[in-house]
């Protein structure tokens, strides 16, 4: 069996910075990809980077390009989420993704889902 967990989520103030972490569990052919979504309460669940295991390629949603940085670790069974200069709308929790098709960011009608960690940026 294949698990992924979530970790690294908190509160924190706007301005200040959380680094989440995906860990891969059991044993797997590994995944092609690997993304992090988040959802608040109310709203839809949006994603807000990926990245691919094989090419290296990452995708970041407009709201987060220049503040979050994903990264792999040499093994590719880890991926750090880096969120920088946090804004009270990235208040949600966040879940791991790992996809097991192409591209950049798994289908998320077929991936593998962590259990999410929570984030709050408040005041």
């Known amino acids: 069996q294949v698990q992924l967990v979530e970790s690294g989520g908190g509160l924190v103030q706007p301005g200040g910075s959380l680094r989440l972490s995906c860990a891969a569990s059991?044993?797997?052919?590994?995944?092609?990809?690997i993304g992090w979504f988040r959802q608040a309460p109310g709203k839809e669940r949006e994603g807000v980077s990926c990245i691919s295991t094989t090419s290296g390629s990452t995708y970041y949603a407009d709201s987060v390009k220049g503040r979050f940085t994903i990264t792999l670790n040499n093994a590719k069974n880890t991926v750090s989420l880096q969120m920088n200069s946090l804004k009270p709308e990235d208040t949600a929790t966040y879940y791991c993704?790992?996809?097991?098709?192409?591209?950049?960011?798994?289908?998320?009608?077929?991936?593998?889902w962590g259990q999410g960690t929570q984030v709050t940026v408040s005041s």
């Open positions: 993704a790992g996809g097991f098709l192409g591209g950049t960011c798994p289908d998320t009608r077929r991936a593998s």
């Open positions: 059991g044993f797997t052919l590994g995944y092609y990809t």
